[in-house]
């Protein structure tokens, strides 16, 4: 039981930490302390969700109707190219950087409905979460399968809001107006990176 649980730690840990189009938005967000902690929340409760269905061997759907993939990779892929690009103008635009209340001015409505088209438009989360984690859970029976879904969830949780929460001691670097620029043209990167990685084998 034990061991089932710390492998679940670990492994959905691992799946987690890479550097990734949540990854960076959540850290954007502590950094600016918009609405970081529901953020925080939203990504950890979509991932239990996921990592809970993989354990319970819906992964296997997802494998059999490859269509479900290809909308959410085609429709993730032009997300993030158009957040990229939201990102990209706003580093080379300084007066954004005020002050940490017009950084701050997002909506809540705005940053919960990103969030979520950042999370469920990426197929990688549905790859890492429901297909692998759920592969990997099938040697485990009975509780010890719970006990392994159990540690990737918390791995989860511990992940972004840590990240979240984290973001605060980095803040005296991001008082520089150039810190914020090149941490915006990083988030571009990431997420044309992610989008060119989803349309490359429909166009390869």
């Not at 494998?63 to 909308?71: Q, S």
Request: glycine share 10%.
């Amino acid at each position: 039981m034990q061991t089932a649980f710390i492998q679940g730690m670990g492994i959905g840990g691992s799946l987690i930490m890479a550097v990734g189009a949540q990854n960076a938005f959540v850290l954007k967000q502590g950094l600016r302390r918009s609405h970081s902690l529901p953020i925080a929340a939203i990504c950890s409760f979509i991932d239990a969700i996921m990592i809970t269905a993989g354990v319970a061997g819906l992964g296997h759907l997802i494998l059999a109707f490859p269509l479900i993939k290809d909308i959410a990779s085609i429709g993730g892929a032009l997300f993030l190219i158009i957040y990229g690009y939201g990102a990209l103008k706003s580093s080379f635009s300084e007066s954004r950087m005020e002050s940490e209340e017009a950084l701050a001015a997002d909506s809540l409505k705005k940053a919960v409905l990103t969030t979520l088209a950042i999370s469920l438009l990426n197929p990688h989360l549905y790859l890492d979460t429901v297909v692998l984690l759920g592969s990997i859970s099938v040697q485990f029976e009975g509780t010890e399968k719970q006990w392994f879904g159990a540690g990737a969830v918390l791995a989860s949780f511990v992940w972004f809001f840590s990240l979240s929460l984290g973001a605060k001691y980095l803040s005296p670097v991001f008082k520089k107006p150039k810190a914020w620029c090149y941490l915006d043209r990083f988030i571009c990167i990431t997420m044309w990176s992610i989008a060119a990685a989803l349309i490359y084998p429909y166009v390869g």
